[in-house]
């Protein structure tokens, strides 16, 4: 099914009627952001506010055709999984609700390196690596460990990788893309 819809958006007649109907419906006002379900309004209009802002980024990606087929599919499939909630996920939610009496966080921000290939002028990452220090990353074990109890005890789906440069993340025979 996914292929199917990826090959469809590429189609620019069906993607941007989509689009806009898309992004309607996630502006249109919900009956349940007046209720305060446990301060979760807030958090569902973060989260359709964030969809919006992918489904846009994505329109123009496929629009310009810088955006391969496969990598689009694979965006969908990783934005669908983080902004629905599985029942899991709720559940987890849910949990972390009577636990702490607040909301979870929908998604963590990681820095597991800060080595970087870069010399952006101000950047903390310090792309020179530092005499007699051990370069400064997580393990790939512990990084895992991080993401698997945040998704399994919170739900937390969506992780945001800063750093230094994320994609120079090397550990223990693996990065973040595989």
């Known amino acids: ?9 590429y189609v620019d007649w069906v993607r ?13 006002p919900r009956s349940w952001d007046s209720l305060d379900r446990m301060g979760w309004h807030k958090i ?3 989260h359709r506010e964030v969809f919006r802002a ?20 694979r965006i969908f499939d990783l934005w669908g999984r983080a902004l629905f909630l599985s029942k899991e996920r709720r559940n987890a939610a849910l949990r ?3 636990e702490h009496g607040s909301a979870p966080p929908w998604f963590l921000v990681i ?7 870069l010399k952006c002028t101000g950047c903390y990452a310090n792309s020179e690596p530092e005499t007699g220090q051990p370069e400064a990353k997580l393990p ?39």
């Open 96 to 98: 972390f609700h009577e």
């Open 16 to 28: 941007k009627p989509l689009v806009h109907g898309i992004d309607r419906y996630l502006q249109a």
């Open 111 to 117: 820095s597991p390196t800060r080595s970087c290939n």
């Open 140 to 178: 790939w074990d512990m990084l895992d460990r991080i993401m698997t109890e945040a998704e399994e005890r919170w739900g937390v789906a969506l992780f945001v990788f800063s750093g230094g440069e994320p994609l120079t993340y090397r550990s223990q025979g693996k990065d973040l893309l595989n």
């Open 44 to 46: 569902q209009q973060q």
């Open 54 to 73: 992918v489904i846009h980024s994505l329109d123009r990606a496929i629009e310009k055709r810088v955006l391969a087929p496969h990598v689009a599919r």
């Open 1 to 9: 099914m996914l292929d199917v819809t990826t090959s469809l958006v």
